[in-house]
Structure formats: structure tokens, C-alpha cells
């Protein structure tokens, strides 16, 4: 009897995999369970933000006061206003180097040319080392939210409402970057002081390194220290990791230089990839209650794009994610008390990425030969006085990594458990299901892993 739910729940469960929806028996089915587990592992990540460069979420982030950032720049006094600050000195080392360079400075575009030309620069180049005077708020925007390509897509369609021109603005403050990025940051803290209430100070992206546009330095920063950097030749490239193109291109390099994701031959598990996963964690990141563009009902792979997309939707669309995202940072009314949900899902990738890839791949001889391998891994599952008990088989298997505190019926929460339920689901069913051939066990494997889409394995594509 038993065994008969199970395989009529096998039948169900694999009719939804070809959608992008996964059914699950208990729960609600959430809507790109399987996309929104993969944007939280790769929160404030390079590895896997590289993979799926397109974000298409917006989550409240906080910074603990004391937490130290970097800016490189033409001016030996700390900066008014809004402006750029990195994660790491290295990067900002870039911008101080080409301030200190009049070959660069002057005909730099990534700086305004005034800032140069404006009494104040004595033709040299300084790092400034912050420190959050408080706890920052901050608006994080995930992918390669300020990298190059269509990694600016979501924030531009979304958050700017197709506002973003690349004309250069005129008046207002004189801030560094490429026009469309001053077009972002000037109307990013306009919304923070006007629609937001005031309640953000600033906003968290990822480009070759991580940035916050940080609406007001000198309220929100206290100098640590101001050194002058290492005068740079009158002509040619200036060195340095974070030189050239800063904030437009990719670039690797120096110690701790951000990792490229697989295309560069990175292993996933490299000090490289753990140091920038320690460097995204000045962040903290709410991963519960979060707004994104994958819970809509919208089309975001337009003609199978293995990427997705909002580009080609008309923003009449994309409003009520606005107002959702308006409404999610107007609501912000207590610290960020987020629960961990990326370790979480660490633990469940690392635990059956290989796995799966090998079932996937038919790797055992007989149908018998499986179902005993499964045996053997479901066992800390099984209680052997109830063995044809699947649906409690499946609840162990997908709760392990889930402390019992851990928050129930949130976004992330949802995701996390929805994703956990369609592994084991499908490892249960092709243990318990004695009728079930080889070739169809092996195929169950391959539509979840077709549905997983972990980053893991993108090497592998
Ligand atoms: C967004 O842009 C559309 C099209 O230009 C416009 O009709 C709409 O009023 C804008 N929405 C907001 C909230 O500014
Ligand atoms: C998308 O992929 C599905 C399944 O492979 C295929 O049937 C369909 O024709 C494709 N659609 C487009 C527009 O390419």
C-alpha cells in the first residue's frame, strides 16, 4: 500500500520536472524553488554570481559598525557625499594609482575630469581606509549587479524603471565612475532619502570585486587612515591589482584576487574562492524575506535562455517587484536577525553534488546494485521497523541540514526545503520502488540534476 503512494507520487513528481515549478507533497509548490536556492548560495560570491550573472533579487544587508572598506582617489581628504568603497584595499589601490597618474587622470573617464582640474588635487594618489561609524543598511542586489554585460539588467529594469540613459548627469554631486553608474548611484541614494525613508544608507554589488555605494561618507564612515600610494609612471597601464578597468571588467589577480568562476579552471573549493567567500561576509544578508523577480510568474527564460532574463518584459510587468522591493526596505523597522540559510545550502550541495552527478551518470550495473547503493546512503534515514514508511524516509533525509530553529515560511526557508525535498524525494523513490527499472531510475536522476542547475556543476556544461 505503501509502496503504491510512493510510486504514484514518483509518477507526479517526475510529470513536474520538465516545469520550472517541483512539486512537493506537503508544501505549497514554490515557483523557481530550484533559482532561488542557487541565488542564495551565491550571495555575495563570485563563484557562482559569475554562473548566473543575471541577479534578480533585492535583500535588506547590514554592515556591523567598525567594519573596515577601502576608497582610491585624486584627494588627500575624506570624501563628502556619496561615493564608491570596496571590500578590499587592492582594488581601490587601482583608483588611487590612476588618480596619481596624469597620463590616466586626465583622460580617465571613469573619474569626472573636474575632480582633477578642481584646486584641491595636488596630482597624487591616496587610499582612504574606512570604518562604518554604525551598523549600515544597506539594499543588496545579487549576480554581477555591477559587472559587465546584462549583470545590471534587474536593477535597471526594476529598481530604476528604464531611467538609466548613460547620459552623464549634470549638476548634483561629483562622484567617480562611468556616467550610467553615476546615473545609478546618484538615483539609488535619491530613493534611499526620498522613497525609502531614509532608512538605507546605501547599496551592495558585485563586479570584479564587491561594492557599496554609500550615499553619505561623512556621516555614515570614520577615516582610519589616508596613506599617499606609490607615484605611478607618466605613461602606460598602472600596476596593481584593481588597476585598469576597474569597476567595467573582470580582472583577477593579487592575493585574494576574486576567483572567475569555472571558466578560468578554478576548483570550486580553492583558497581563492573560501578567501572571497570570508570577504562577502562583512555582509550580512536577511536570506528569509527577501524580494525576487523568480516568484512573479513571469518569463524569464525566453526561448530556453540559460540565463534569465528580464530585459525583454515590458516594465509594466516588473512594477509590482518594485513596489515590493519599495515595500520590503520601507518595512525595515529591526536589525537584520537573518538566519544562515546559505550554510545550509552549502551542506546540502556538498553532500549530494557528486552523488547525484554519478547517478545521473548510470553508474551502478542493475537496478539491484542502486537500490542497495541508496540503502547504503539513506540509511541514517531508515528506521528498519519501518522501512516501507517513504514519506517519513523523505522528512529525515530533507530536514537534516535544517536546525529545528531555523525560520518556517519564508522565501528562503521555502526554497531551501522545497529543493532538499526533490533530492531525496527522488533518492527514496528509486530505493523503495522495486519495479522500477534501471534506465527509469537513472532518468528521475537526470531530470533532477537537469532541475538543480547547482553551480557545481557548471564546470561540467
Ligand atoms: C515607470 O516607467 C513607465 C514607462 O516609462 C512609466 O509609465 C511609469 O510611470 C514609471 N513608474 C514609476 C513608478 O515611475
Ligand atoms: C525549448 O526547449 C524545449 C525542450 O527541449 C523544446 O521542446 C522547445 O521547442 C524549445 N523552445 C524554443 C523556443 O526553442
Same mark, same amino acid.
Given at each position: 500500500?505503501? /509502496?503504491?503512494?510512493?510510486?504514484?507520487?514518483?509518477?507526479?513528481?517526475?510529470?513536474? /520536472?520538465? +516545469?520550472?515549478?517541483?512539486?512537493?507533497?506537503?508544501?505549497?509548490?514554490?515557483?523557481?524553488?530550484?533559482?532561488?536556492?542557487?541565488?542564495?548560495? +551565491?550571495?555575495?560570491?563570485?563563484?557562482?554570481?559569475?554562473?548566473?550573472?543575471?541577479?534578480?533579487?533585492?535583500?535588506?544587508?547590514?554592515?556591523?559598525?567598525?567594519?573596515?572598506?577601502?576608497?582610491?582617489?585624486?584627494?588627500?581628504?575624506?570624501?563628502?557625499?556619496?561615493?564608491?568603497?570596496?571590500?578590499?584595499?587592492?582594488?581601490?589601490?587601482?583608483?588611487?594609482?590612476?588618480?596619481?597618474?596624469?597620463?590616466?587622470?586626465?583622460?580617465?573617464?571613469?573619474?569626472?575630469?573636474?575632480?582633477?582640474?578642481?584646486?584641491?588635487?595636488?596630482?597624487?594618489?591616496?587610499?582612504?581606509?574606512?570604518?562604518?561609524?554604525?551598523?549600515?543598511?544597506?539594499?543588496?542586489?545579487?549576480?554581477?549587479?555591477?559587472?559587465?554585460?546584462?549583470?545590471?539588467?534587474?536593477?535597471?529594469?526594476?529598481?530604476?524603471?528604464?531611467?538609466?540613459?548613460?547620459?552623464?548627469?549634470?549638476?548634483?554631486?561629483?562622484?567617480?565612475?562611468?556616467?550610467?553608474?553615476?546615473?545609478?548611484?546618484?538615483?539609488?541614494?535619491?530613493?534611499?532619502?526620498?522613497?525609502?525613508?531614509?532608512?538605507?544608507?546605501?547599496?551592495?554589488?558585485?563586479?570584479?570585486?564587491?561594492?557599496? @555605494? =554609500?550615499?553619505?561618507?561623512?556621516?555614515?564612515?570614520?577615516?582610519?587612515?589616508?596613506?599617499?600610494?606609490?607615484?605611478?609612471?607618466?605613461?602606460?597601464?598602472?600596476?596593481?591589482?584593481?588597476?585598469?578597468?576597474?569597476?567595467?571588467?573582470?580582472?583577477?589577480?593579487?592575493?585574494?584576487?576574486?576567483?572567475?568562476?569555472?571558466?578560468?579552471?578554478?576548483?570550486? $573549493?580553492?583558497?581563492?574562492?573560501?578567501?572571497?567567500?570570508?570577504?562577502?561576509?562583512?555582509?550580512?544578508?536577511?536570506?528569509?524575506?527577501?524580494?525576487?523577480?523568480?516568484?512573479?510568474?513571469?518569463?524569464?527564460?525566453?526561448?530556453?535562455?540559460?540565463?534569465?532574463?528580464?530585459?525583454?518584459?515590458?516594465?509594466?510587468?516588473?512594477?509590482? @517587484?518594485?513596489?515590493?522591493?519599495?515595500?520590503?526596505?520601507?518595512? $525595515?523597522?529591526?536589525?537584520?536577525?537573518?538566519?544562515?540559510?546559505?550554510?545550509?545550502?552549502?551542506?546540502?550541495?556538498?553532500?549530494?553534488?557528486?552523488?547525484?552527478?554519478?547517478?545521473?551518470?548510470?553508474?551502478?550495473?542493475?537496478?539491484?546494485?542502486?537500490?542497495?547503493?541508496?540503502?547504503?546512503? =539513506?540509511?541514517?534515514?531508515?528506521?528498519?521497523?519501518?522501512?516501507?514508511? +517513504?514519506?517519513?524516509?523523505?522528512?529525515?533525509?530533507?530536514?537534516? $541540514?535544517?536546525?529545528?530553529?531555523?525560520?518556517?515560511? +519564508?522565501?528562503?526557508?521555502?526554497?531551501?526545503?522545497?529543493?532538499?525535498?526533490?533530492?531525496?524525494?527522488?533518492?527514496?523513490?528509486?530505493?523503495?520502488?522495486?519495479?522500477?527499472?534501471?534506465?527509469?531510475?537513472?532518468?528521475?536522476?537526470?531530470?533532477?540534476?537537469?532541475?538543480?542547475?547547482?553551480?557545481?556543476?557548471?564546470?561540467?556544461?
Amino acid at each position: 500500500m505503501r /509502496l503504491h503512494q510512493t510510486w504514484a507520487g514518483t509518477l507526479s513528481l517526475l510529470t513536474c /520536472l520538465s +516545469s520550472q515549478t517541483f512539486a512537493t507533497e506537503d508544501t505549497e509548490p514554490l515557483e523557481n524553488a530550484n533559482h532561488i536556492f542557487n541565488a542564495i548560495q +551565491s550571495t555575495l560570491r563570485h563563484y557562482g554570481s559569475e554562473i548566473n550573472y543575471n541577479g534578480l533579487s533585492f535583500y535588506r544587508a547590514s554592515v556591523p559598525k567598525g567594519t573596515q572598506f577601502y576608497h582610491g582617489t585624486g584627494l588627500k581628504d575624506p570624501i563628502q557625499g556619496l561615493e564608491w568603497l570596496a571590500f578590499k584595499p587592492e582594488h581601490s589601490l587601482g583608483f588611487a594609482h590612476r588618480s596619481g597618474n596624469k597620463f590616466f587622470a586626465k583622460k580617465d573617464l571613469q573619474q569626472p575630469l573636474d575632480e582633477y582640474t578642481a584646486p584641491e588635487w595636488d596630482g597624487n594618489g591616496y587610499l582612504h581606509t574606512y570604518a562604518a561609524a554604525k551598523d549600515l543598511r544597506l539594499l543588496y542586489i545579487d549576480g554581477m549587479s555591477a559587472g559587465p554585460g546584462g549583470g545590471a539588467e534587474s536593477q535597471d529594469r526594476i529598481l530604476y524603471n528604464n531611467t538609466i540613459t548613460g547620459d552623464r548627469p549634470v549638476g548634483g554631486p561629483k562622484i567617480g565612475g562611468p556616467p550610467q553608474e553615476q546615473q545609478r548611484a546618484i538615483e539609488a541614494c535619491r530613493m534611499a532619502k526620498e522613497d525609502w525613508g531614509d532608512k538605507i544608507d546605501g547599496i551592495v554589488r558585485t563586479e570584479a570585486d564587491f561594492e557599496i @555605494i =554609500l550615499c553619505n561618507f561623512e556621516r555614515d564612515l570614520e577615516v582610519v587612515h589616508i596613506t599617499q600610494t606609490k607615484p605611478q609612471e607618466s605613461s602606460g597601464r598602472p600596476g596593481g591589482p584593481g588597476g585598469g578597468k576597474g569597476r567595467k571588467g573582470h580582472h583577477g589577480g593579487g592575493p585574494g584576487g576574486p576567483p572567475r568562476g569555472p571558466r578560468s579552471g578554478l576548483k570550486y $573549493w580553492s583558497l581563492a574562492t573560501r578567501f572571497d567567500e570570508s570577504l562577502g561576509k562583512k555582509v550580512r544578508i536577511d536570506l528569509d524575506n527577501f524580494v525576487s523577480a523568480y516568484t512573479y510568474g513571469l518569463d524569464l527564460f525566453p526561448n530556453n535562455a540559460t540565463v534569465p532574463k528580464v530585459g525583454h518584459l515590458p516594465v509594466e510587468e516588473l512594477q509590482p @517587484i518594485r513596489q515590493d522591493v519599495f515595500k520590503l526596505l520601507n518595512t $525595515w523597522d529591526s536589525p537584520i536577525d537573518a538566519f544562515d540559510w546559505q550554510t545550509v545550502i552549502d551542506m546540502i550541495v556538498f553532500q549530494y553534488s557528486d552523488e547525484l552527478k554519478s547517478l545521473a551518470a548510470g553508474t551502478y550495473s542493475s537496478a539491484k546494485e542502486l537500490r542497495d547503493h541508496l540503502e547504503k546512503l =539513506l540509511e541514517p534515514f531508515i528506521d528498519y521497523r519501518d522501512f516501507d514508511n +517513504s514519506e517519513v524516509i523523505i522528512n529525515r533525509c530533507a530536514s537534516e $541540514w535544517i536546525p529545528l530553529s531555523a525560520p518556517v515560511g +519564508s522565501l528562503g526557508g521555502n526554497a531551501v526545503r522545497s529543493v532538499a525535498r526533490s533530492v531525496c524525494s527522488t533518492l527514496v523513490s528509486a530505493m523503495m520502488d522495486d519495479e522500477q527499472d534501471l534506465e527509469a531510475s537513472v532518468t528521475s536522476f537526470n531530470d533532477l540534476v537537469s532541475y538543480l542547475r547547482w553551480t557545481t556543476w557548471a564546470a561540467d556544461e
